[in-house]
């Protein structure tokens, strides 16, 4: 199993080898601690719960603190599972740390996070419409969307109409990112680019599974 949690702290730029200026996003990965190794003979499926971020045991509930607290775990305040195959928890132990070492220079990861609320919006926000012309008494329609429906059959709008609405805020992975800097001793992952997410998000890094070996 090779995951973690981490969060965003920011965008910078480094300089690789050849002066080339490389933009980086800074990710705080772990440390993360097995939390719960579930498996499929008691829970139907394999999986590996890593708990990410301290927090005051106030803040979390009594089951939440009895969870954490069979293994001597500090007080965790993020619980995510990574999903396996059956057999590939290998020596992982309940109640381990795991560090940001086990990712590698040159290694391609996916990163999971939130992406930032927008808010409502409208099509040319939201979807990239154009607005219409100005003239010939277009006085307040300029940034309507126009016609989304038809007056002959089926006489309806049609589903997955780009319109507007909610944007932002959706679950949103970069895959693909390489990895620039691993600093071990201050729990700080560099990849090449950006990834989603207002910086203190909480994000997930993964190996990356569509990359071509």
Not at 17 to 39: K, L, M, S
Request: contains cysteine.
């Amino acid at each position: 199993m090779k995951g973690m949690i981490g969060k965003k702290v920011g965008m910078t730029q480094v300089f690789d080898d050849r002066g080339n200026v490389v933009p980086v996003t800074v990710i705080e990965a772990g440390p993360c601690y097995i939390t719960q190794i579930r498996t499929a003979d008691r829970d139907g499926y394999t999986a590996v719960q890593l708990g990410f971020g301290t927090t005051k045991p106030t803040r979390l509930t009594k089951g939440q603190i009895g969870h954490l607290q069979k293994h001597n775990l500090p007080a965790l305040r993020v619980l995510r599972e990574f999903r396996v195959r059956s057999g590939d928890t290998g020596d992982l132990q309940e109640g381990a740390e795991i560090k940001v070492d086990i990712f590698a220079h040159g290694e391609f990861v996916d990163v999971i996070g939130t992406s930032k609320g927008r808010g409502w919006a409208g099509t040319i926000k939201r979807h990239g419409f154009h607005r219409q012309r100005k003239t010939h008494g277009q006085s307040d329609r300029e940034r309507a969307p126009g016609s989304v429906g038809m007056c002959a059959l089926p006489g309806r709008t049609i589903k997955g109409q780009k319109m507007a609405g909610r944007m932002g805020n959706d679950r949103v992975t970069m895959q693909n990112l390489q990895v620039v800097r691993v600093d071990a001793e201050k729990n700080l992952l560099a990849v090449r680019g950006s990834i989603p997410g207002a910086n203190g998000g909480i994000v997930v890094i993964r190996p990356a599974v569509k990359k071509q070996k």
